[in-house]
């Protein structure tokens, strides 16, 4: 698996020949699986890629993912009481 390849798909949004990409590894790479979770996020789907950032993180500690995850609870934990009644 290339990485930079992947990288360079992500970068132009060219999203989902990524994903066909990595799923081939997803199960047993890490970084895969990290690169799934900043898709799922860059979509939107932020359940999805702190599920993947988790499975990630399983795999290996000391990964990429590690720091995705704790960014990404981080930003779902905020809250903001004055946005609620402006």
């Known amino acids: 698996m290339n990485k ?48 993947f950032y988790e499975r990630a993180v399983d795999i290996d500690v000391a990964s990429e993912a590690a720091v995705a995850l704790e960014q990404a609870r981080s930003v779902m934990s905020f809250f903001n009481k004055d946005l609620l009644n402006p």
């Open 4 to 51: 930079n390849f992947i990288k360079e798909l992500f970068d132009a949004n060219r999203l989902d020949e990524a994903v066909a990409i990595l799923d081939a590894a997803e199960g047993r790479d890490a970084w895969a699986l990290y690169m799934l979770g900043r898709i799922a996020w860059k979509r939107g789907d932020k359940g999805a890629a702190i599920t």
